[in-house]
């Protein structure tokens, strides 16, 4: 006798959205000096949610002179002082929660209990982290009275979009320094409610500006005169086309770029719970995570054991509507993404992996891509080289350690990477040899305030996270 789970679907009732949305400039809504708009789509639907300003170079301009006016007063506040307006704003985004986490769900895809049991808590836990931070920088590493730099441009990606705020939001603002972010043309609508509650909690206006629109918005941001300090997550062709645009200028620049991510299973690692690490390491979010766990690298004497393993697990993943508390795999993001996974999966079985999936029926309506993992690959195929950034695995085997590690950094990338095994001084002795930015072991895809986050390589430089994100919003 097998046991379904009967739908448990959360409220939509509880997101206000509304049919439009300005810019946020200087702490009041305002429409695109164009007046040109772009509609959000639900990707698990294809409804249209809000229509939203498509930013120009003018609207920059005026977000990056709003943020520079602010500066001075901003900056010149006690730490302390800077402090409890980020405590409010983590304070803010805790009572609202559930709303957030309903709208992240709606314009993002991904299933609801990633949003309210990852997303939000991780969001609210970065304010109040760096608002312990705001009055204590002379004690961070960096030297006595350190400087925040002015007006930093920010533009995140559309796989974390809340997520992504706060991780360069957060450390801004408690080391003085004013805002322009640009959030993701395809998941802007959280952000616009960051913007509320920036109002909400007394914010001083200019601190934080929110402009949103296309490439092209986010390009006259990076290009901007008066900007001090960029930062970027995202592609990793488009952090290289940034780096062009600042190289020669005073600005400061992060990157947090692609990732081809390797998990390591040895022969004496827990088989079940390196299977649920695996399925972490690239299920969650749809494996649409820069340092997903992409590419896994199995001891040829369990191989055969772990991948029957894998395959049963994978055959419980629920696939379907995000807002459904039971739902595992949500939809991807975008037709666009959508394309793109679905020509790279192609490739892997034209160069001839084995490719399998668990019996799946698919919604006919929004954009979906079955959980899919490859075998009989080599480190030859576009599958195993090629960011996917979909719920896409491809396996490796591996004899010796030496190999592993030697597999594991045999990519342009350097983001992330898992050891599994029992031996203490084995996953020391590998992470060593790693380069990677990140290495878990007996875990994936775990995250905390506390902790830099960053990579090597393609996958971009700079951290953030940890006392180590401070630095990059500092003139030290």
């Known amino acids: 006798m097998s046991f379904t789970y009967a739908p448990a679907l959360e409220s939509r009732a509880v997101v206000d959205i509304a049919p439009s949305y300005g810019l946020f400039i200087d702490g009041e809504f305002t429409e695109a000096t164009g007046g040109k708009v772009f509609k959000t789509v639900s990707p698990s639907s294809e409804e249209v949610l809000s229509e ?16 520079r006016k602010a500066f001075e007063k901003w900056s010149a506040l006690p730490g ?44 609210a836990a970065h304010f109040f982290y760096y608002a312990g931070w705001a009055d204590k920088l002379d004690h961070a590493g960096y030297g006595a009275n350190p400087r925040p730099l002015g007006v930093a441009g920010q533009v995140i990606p559309w796989n974390f979009p809340l997520l992504m705020l706060a991780w360069k939001i957060a450390p801004a603002l408690a080391t003085g320094n004013t805002v322009v972010l640009k959030p993701a043309e395809t998941t802007p609508l959280s952000a616009l409610f960051f913007a509320d509650i920036c109002r909400q909690a007394g914010l001083p206006k200019g601190v934080v500006n929110i402009v949103t629109g296309d490439g092209t918005t986010g390009a006259a941001l990076v290009a901007h005169e008066d900007v001090n300090k960029v930062a970027f997550t995202g592609s990793t062709a488009v952090g290289k086309a940034i780096a062009r645009t600042v190289a020669g200028s005073d600005k400061k620049l992060t990157l947090e770029l692609g990732g081809k991510g390797a998990n390591i299973v040895f022969d004496d690692a827990p088989v079940d719970q390196a299977v649920e690490g695996i399925v972490q390491g690239i299920f969650f979010n749809q494996g649409q995570v820069c340092c997903a766990g992409s590419r896994l690298l199995v001891q040829e004497s369990v191989q055969d054991e772990l991948l029957d ?26 037709a666009e993404q959508l394309a793109r996974i679905t020509e790279l999966a192609d490739s892997g079985e034209a160069e001839g992996a084995e490719r399998w999936a668990p019996a799946c029926e698919l919604p006919s309506a929004g954009y979906w891509f079955a959980p899919t993992l490859f075998t009989n690959v ?8 090629e960011e996917i950034f979909g719920p896409v695995l491809s396996v490796l085997s591996f004899r010796t350690p030496a190999e592993a590690v030697a597999k ?20 020391l002795a590998v992470a060593s040899k790693l380069r990677a930015g990140v290495v878990w072991a007996n875990t994936f895809n775990k995250f905390d305030p506390t902790s830099p986050f960053g990579g090597f390589k393609e996958s971009g430089f700079g951290r953030e996270g940890g006392r180590h994100g401070l630095e990059a919003y500092l003139d030290v």
């Open 52 to 67: 939203v300003a498509q930013g120009s170079a003018e609207d920059v301009d005026r977000a990056v002179k709003a943020a």
């Open 80 to 123: 302390a002082e800077r402090a409890k307006y980020l405590f409010r704003i983590a304070r803010i985004i805790q009572e609202r929660s559930r709303e957030l986490a309903v709208l992240e769900t709606l314009d993002n895809g991904k299933p609801i209990k990633e949003t309210r049991d990852a997303d939000l808590p991780l969001v």
């Open 309 to 334: 393993a894998l395959k049963r697990r994978l055959s419980t993943l629920r696939l379907g509507d995000p807002l459904d508390k039971n739902t595992d795999i949500g939809a991807i993001n975008s």
């Open 378 to 385: 080599t480190q030859a195929h576009r599958i195993a080289r």
């Open 408 to 427: 594991a950094n045999n990519s342009q990338y350097g983001l992330s990477a898992g050891i599994w095994t029992e031996k203490g001084s084995r996953m």
